[in-house]
Structures are given as structure tokens and as C-alpha cells.
């Protein structure tokens, strides 16, 4: 079972208003267009308030009524099925585009879990425009890249930004500041514990800040 789809409640609102309509015209878009025959003006006022969240078929239906694309309703899209749909892709497309049979897409749509070849995989990017922060958490390579911005940190950064830069595929000289950066931050943040060690300090700060470390990472690098 997917999550539920990451609507922009207050973009709908905006835009049924815009277009001078009430909630009843937009259900009945929905009903008359898209074949949502469940869908009633109550729902449309629901989604806008925040009090229940369209299913994807729904938010594509939705953004068809509303005469605007489905990214322009959805926050930033997290997973698989929102890249796609903020793309107004469907699936037969994309998992054709891609080099995969419908079946098995749909399946890591579902799951949330990418299981595609190199090459399926780089087609992937390319089909979606997938901006590197979003190719590593689509691609399920988050784990990775925390793994080794964590030996960044830790040890000499320089001795693995190649790999670094390789995995999220930007140019390295891009990359030698944010590490260099981080590195420091961390190192900081370990030299105060080890300052504070008469009073029994613990070194929490120096394992918080590796725990979000990939956040760290992509705050460096906004652009991506």
C-alpha cells in the first residue's frame, strides 16, 4: 500500500477559485471526464481543507479539472509515484521509457523499492528529470551515500569525494567545499566533547549530526 500522495491542499483551493468554479464543478469535471463517479463536491471541499487526501488516479483526475498540471498540486514529490505523476507520466510510459515490463514497475512503485539494472536505472533519471537529491532517495542509495559522507567526515574527506561525486553524479570540484565543510563542522563538534570530558559529556551532538547527515550533504548543495 502506497503512502499517501503529498497534495498541496491550498494550491487546490487556489486554483478552483481562480477559475471561478465551486467545488461541484470540479467533482463533476472529475465524474464526467476522468470516470470518478465516488467523487462528490464534499470530497473536493475535503481535500482543500485538509481533512482527506486524494489517491493518485484522484490527483490526476483532479489536476485534469482543474485545467492545470499534477505537480501543481502535489508538495515536493518523496517517492516513485509521485516523480511520475508530477511528471503527468503514466505508468506504461515510464516503465516502457525505462526498459521495464508494466507488472514489475508497478510493483516498485507500490513498495517503494527500486530493483532496476544500471541501465534501467540511469533511464530512470533521465525519463523523470531527476535532480541528483531525488535520484539517490528514488533509487534507494540514501544508505550509501551516508555511509561514505560519514568516512568523509571522520577521516580525510578528500580521500572520497571521487567516490562521493561518482554516486550522485556531480562534478567533484563542486563537492570539495560542502565536505570540506562538513568535515570541519564534525570534527568541531568531537573536539568540544573530548573539551568536555571532565564533565561527562557524551559525544551526542557528534552522532546527531551523523545521523542527518545526508541532510547536511543536500543543504550545501540547494542547486541540486
Not at 561518482?166 to 563542522?185: F, H, S, T, Y
Not at 557524551?202 to 545526508?214: A, C, D, K, N, S
Amino acid at each position: 500500500m502506497h503512502p499517501p500522495i503529498s497534495f498541496n491542499a491550498r494550491a487546490a483551493r487556489t486554483m478552483r477559485e481562480r477559475l471561478g468554479m465551486a467545488p461541484g464543478h470540479v467533482a463533476y469535471g472529475m465524474r464526467a471526464s476522468y470516470g470518478m463517479s465516488h467523487v462528490s463536491p464534499d470530497h473536493v471541499t475535503a481535500w482543500e481543507r485538509g481533512d482527506a487526501l486524494p489517491t493518485a488516479n484522484e490527483v490526476t483526475a483532479l489536476a485534469g479539472a482543474l485545467w492545470c498540471h499534477p505537480g501543481e498540486l502535489m508538495g515536493r514529490p518523496r517517492t516513485l509515484l509521485e516523480h511520475r505523476l508530477a511528471r503527468g507520466m503514466s505508468a506504461e510510459d515510464v516503465a516502457r521509457l525505462i526498459g521495464l515490463d508494466l507488472d514489475t514497475y508497478r510493483r516498485m512503485e507500490e513498495t517503494g523499492r527500486w530493483t532496476g539494472d544500471k541501465r534501467q536505472t540511469a533511464n530512470l533519471g533521465s525519463v523523470l528529470k531527476l535532480p541528483p537529491r531525488d535520484f539517490i532517495a528514488v533509487t534507494g542509495h540514501e544508505e550509501e551515500l551516508a555511509r561514505l559522507l560519514t568516512e568523509a567526515v571522520s577521516t580525510r574527506w578528500q580521500a572520497h569525494v571521487r567516490a562521493i561525486a561518482k554516486l550522485v553524479a556531480i562534478d567533484r570540484r563542486e563537492l570539495q567545499g560542502p565536505l570540506r565543510d562538513m568535515q570541519q563542522e564534525y570534527q568541531a563538534l568531537m573536539a568540544a566533547t573530548l573539551g568536555w570530558a571532565s564533565t561527562n559529556a557524551t559525544g551526542e551532538e557528534g552522532r546527531r549530526y551523523l545521523e542527518h547527515i545526508v541532510e547536511h550533504f543536500w543543504e550545501r548543495l540547494p542547486e541540486y
